[in-house]
């Protein structure tokens, strides 16, 4: 009874098919066509209700009407379980077995010979050259990774002697150089080694100034160096060292007073401590962390003749001055989007008498790889200094600029 009434239901449904009407059939052709196929037996199937299979796709979210999908999925599955049925009831009436298929018949080559006016069937020759195995060449590992990043921004102005505002022309142009060397990790999984040589240059015309036509208005030399040995995770027994002063002389405007040279002032520190250093595994973010609560600190004024060392936080009539304290140096690096970078960097240093700290900032927005636009923020407190009336302790600098970058790195 039960075959006889899938029997009147398969007939039911493949009449239901092909008298389907106009507006709809276009949907139904390759249903309709799949129905009447020859059947091929590839594989057993868990068998399902032909008669309420549950098929639908899920639109949730979506604002669409769906019924037509629903419908077609629908339609699909009777058919599908209807062919698989009858090749299971009538398996006579299966003409093709995948698993028995012929293999396809090898590709082969017709020549003609004109002089035996005969055609030569050869099978066809593979060429060896075109199907060589991979040349797997051993990839290279170095135990130093090198990054360097070049950049040259400026900002130029050019204001017409009539200009109902005033104003004058102005150039300004900064540098910026960065080298990083580090041990590879992926060798050298227990020790961190990290040196990074970074130097700014800033110059600027100087309209207001009659005894030169520009003027510096930024140079920064700075070497950091952090040595580590893992203790637990991304946790580091490490030895850091800090130097930096300027390479040029600058002057104070319209005098030919020194305002700054080499090593007039300079900076040497040395810390001893932990630190934490963590990378995702896109290398979007990267974050270290060094405290040192044993720190020696030196501050430098090369000529005490031309510049005053009480300037540099140094007793008056000393070149130096030393001092023992705590360290802490923050450092994180942010791959925003391909196109924007943030980079900061926070230092402090204490000997529990007085407190000095920097915290930088820059921010890039890359129109493509070689230019970009940068946002660079410098505020610092050194209760060393001479107060003063209106920022105290506190010191701060922004630059805005737009230019070309280059980096290189190795892997």
């Known amino acids: 009874m039960r075959r006889y009434l899938e029997s009147i239901y398969s007939l039911l449904l493949l009449a239901m098919i ?10 139904s052709d390759s249903t309709s066509q799949y129905l ?30 769906d019924g037509w999908l629903n419908k077609a999925q629908q339609q699909m599955s009777r058919v599908h379980d209807m062919r698989y049925r009858l090749m299971i009831d009538r398996p006579e009436l299966v003409p093709f077995n995948e698993g028995l298929l012929p293999k396809p018949p090898k590709e082969v080559v ?22 060589k195995p991979v040349d797997r060449r051993e990839v290279k590992m170095h135990n130093w990774l090198h990054t360097f990043v070049g950049s040259l921004h400026g900002t130029q102005a050019y204001i017409s002697n009539n200009w109902y505002q005033g104003g004058e022309n102005n150039l300004n142009l900064l540098g910026d150089v960065q080298w990083d060397c580090n041990l590879n990790q992926k060798l050298h999984p227990n020790w961190l080694f990290n040196n990074t040589l970074h130097y700014r240059l800033g110059v600027a015309t100087a309209k207001g100034d009659s005894l030169r036509s520009y003027s510096i208005n930024e140079d920064n030399f700075q070497f950091n160096s952090q040595l580590g040995y893992k203790a637990v995770k991304n946790w580091y027994y490490s030895a850091t060292l800090l130097f930096k002063t300027q390479l040029l002389n600058s002057y104070v405007t319209n005098t030919r007073n020194l305002a700054a040279s080499f090593l007039s002032s300079g900076e040497l520190n040395v810390g001893l401590g932990m630190t934490y250093n963590y990378k995702d595994k896109e290398g979007y973010k990267v974050f270290t962390l060094s405290i040192a609560p044993l720190s020696y600190n030196i501050k430098i004024c090369r000529d005490i003749v031309k510049l005053d060392p ?55 927005f890359a129109v493509n790889s070689f230019l970009n636009t940068q946002i660079f923020t410098h505020l610092r407190y050194d209760k060393s200094r001479p107060w003063n009336e209106d920022w105290k302790y506190w010191q701060f600098k922004e630059i805005l600029s737009f230019g070309l970058t280059y980096k290189f790195a190795t892997k």
Request: glycine share 4%; hydrophobic share 35%; charged share 25%.
């Open 36 to 65: 009447l196929m020859p059947l091929v037996f590839d594989r057993q199937q868990s068998q399902q209700s032909p008669f309420f299979p549950e098929a639908s796709v899920s639109t949730q979210g979506l604002k669409l009407d």
């Open 18 to 27: 092909l008298l389907m009407p106009q507006r709809t059939m276009a949907q």
């Open 310 to 364: 009480t300037k540099f936080g140094i007793d008056a009539g000393h070149h130096t001055k030393h001092n023992f304290g705590s360290n802490v140096e923050a450092k994180f690096e942010w791959k925003i989007t391909p196109s924007i970078t943030w980079k900061t960097r926070f230092y402090a240093f204490t000997d529990y008498h007085y407190v000095q700290g920097d915290w930088e900032n820059t921010l890039s």
């Open 110 to 131: 017709v020549e003609a010979d004109p002089s035996k006016t005969e055609l030569r069937v050869e099978p066809k020759d593979i060429d060896s050259e075109k199907f």
